[in-house]
């Protein structure tokens, strides 16, 4: 019994130690999105904001 939790036990630590290594050196590759140029698109002016009474 006592084995098998040290097992559990070190499979979570090396779950937890890969975590934190790959939180620190992950970095996010930038993507440019193209748009066509015959695309149209308009600027809305109104707020989405719904007060709460």
Do not use: C, H, W
């Not at 090396?14 to 934190?20: R, T």
């Not at 440019?32 to 698109?41: A, D, G, L, M, R």
């Amino acid at each position: 019994m006592k084995k098998k939790l040290l097992i559990e036990l070190f499979v979570y630590a090396v779950i937890l130690a890969i975590g934190i290594i790959l939180l620190f050196t992950y970095k996010v590759k930038k993507r440019y999105f193209i748009i066509p140029s015959e695309f149209n698109y308009q600027e809305v002016q109104d707020d989405a904001f719904i007060p709460i009474k």
